[in-house]
């Protein structure tokens, strides 16, 4: 096993200066490995900025820079631990770096090399988990990396909804979070997982996930960012590799200013009949720009796919590009995709102007309500806690 770990090692180490696929490059010799000492004391308060409960759920977990704070299941069947735990009692070798490339690019390698830490949940066959598991991840050590490592396992018809939050402490004015999350969903299963991040202007996210769907089994996400962020790059593949399995990836982006936010997902439709949707909502403004990216490759028979990607922009040095990109292989699969970029209709502003809202509080609204029509199939105690996170967001930032 330890030949094993040393070839991953390896890899990581040949790939430390190898660029990303897309996006900005950034210099990770800017960043320095976060130190073990940890201020646990406003975790609650910092947590309930991106929507996470760490009480009065099924589990929690919570990681300041690498540090686990939390780490508590209250269900039978369900279990949660902190990687570095998982690592030491369980045999992870068919689930570590598998479907993620440790060598992908530089940031991949970062985790691996700085060691990252980060969440193991599984929930055992048939268990369907009761309540949402809330997770946070928060950056504590200013001009850090932060490398995380998450590994999610559901087996045979068994059932999750997680959110987990990313953000900082208060004091943080510059760092870079590395997340690595592999999710593996059996035959049966289902996943609702709902990741919402909260940044700062100087702060940049490289986001790395990859989900496998086993025969009938289900996958449902929404990544949400709310706020001011240096830069983020995110695009999840999804490896439908048995029949009638089902996704939909959604992405929602309120960016108030940001150099640049690359998001997307990459859907491997390889079965036969299974389903693939991804929904991208952004709204830019000040100089941000926005690139919404969607890859659908069918290959399965009967195979389904469809792309939708709906952004506002809020000024004239704002940007949103939509690229989306179609490949089929099979002359029965169906691939559609469809973009509309746009400001905010004037008419629904003078609307709720003259109900007695102001010219901010009713582009709040409007702008909220345009972000969370893209929360649909999430549970609706997310969807409540979610779009008053939003509008919140909005009105602080209109």
């Known amino acids: 096993m330890r030949e094993v770990f040393e070839r991953i090692r390896e890899k990581a180490r040949k790939a430390i200066n190898k660029k990303a696929e897309f996006s900005i490059d950034l210099n990770l010799d800017e960043f320095f490995p976060p130190g073990e000492h940890v201020e646990p004391q406003k975790l609650e308060e910092t947590a309930k900025k991106v929507g996470v409960s760490l009480s009065n759920t099924s589990g929690s977990y919570a990681q300041i820079d690498k540090t686990t704070i939390i780490s508590q299941s209250l269900e039978k069947g369900l279990e949660i631990k902190s990687l570095r735990k998982a690592l030491q009692e369980e045999d992870l070798l068919d689930y570590w770096w598998k479907i993620v490339p440790v060598d992908l690019d530089k940031y991949t390698a970062k985790v691996e090399l700085l060691g990252g830490n980060g969440y193991f949940v599984r929930v055992r066959e048939g268990k369907k988990v009761s309540m949402p598991v809330h997770t946070c991840l928060v950056l504590g050590s200013e001009c850090s990396a932060q490398p995380v490592h998450n590994i999610i396992i559901v087996e045979p018809y068994a059932e999750l909804t997680l959110l987990t939050g990313c953000t900082l402490m208060s004091k943080i004015r510059k760092g870079i979070h590395l997340g690595v999350t592999e999710i593996y969903v059996k035959e049966g299963g289902k996943v609702t997982y709902t990741m919402v991040h909260s ?50 990836e959604s992405s929602i982006i309120l960016a108030p200013k940001a150099i640049e936010i690359d998001i997307g997902a990459k859907m491997l439709l390889n079965a036969k009949n299974v389903k693939g949707e991804i929904i991208s909502r952004a709204v830019a403004s000040n100089s941000s720009r926005v690139v919404s990216r969607g890859f659908l490759i069918g290959r399965g028979e009967n195979a389904k796919g469809h792309l939708e990607c709906r952004g506002i922009i809020m000024s004239e040095s704002a ?16 691939l559609t995709h469809e973009a509309a970029i746009g400001k905010i209709a004037e008419e629904e502003k003078y609307y709720l102007m003259a109900r007695g809202l102001s010219e901010e509080e009713a582009t709040a609204v409007l702008v909220s309500g345009f972000l969370t029509s893209g929360l649909d199939g999430i549970p609706k105690e997310l969807h409540t806690q979610l779009r008053r996170v939003i509008l919140l967001t909005a009105e602080s930032s209109m």
Not at 209 to 225: E, H, I, M, P, R
Not at 319 to 334: C, F, H, N, R
């Open 199 to 248: 940044w700062g202007e100087n702060v940049h996210v490289r986001s790395r996930t990859g989900v496998v769907l086993d025969k009938n089994a289900s996958f449902y996400s929404s990544y949400v960012n709310l706020g001011p962020v240096g830069s983020i790059q995110t695009c999840p593949t999804i490896l439908f590799n048995g029949d009638n399995a089902k996704a939909k």
């Open 319 to 334: 940007s949103i590009i939509a690229i989306p990109v179609l490949e089929s292989y099979s002359p029965s699969a169906s």
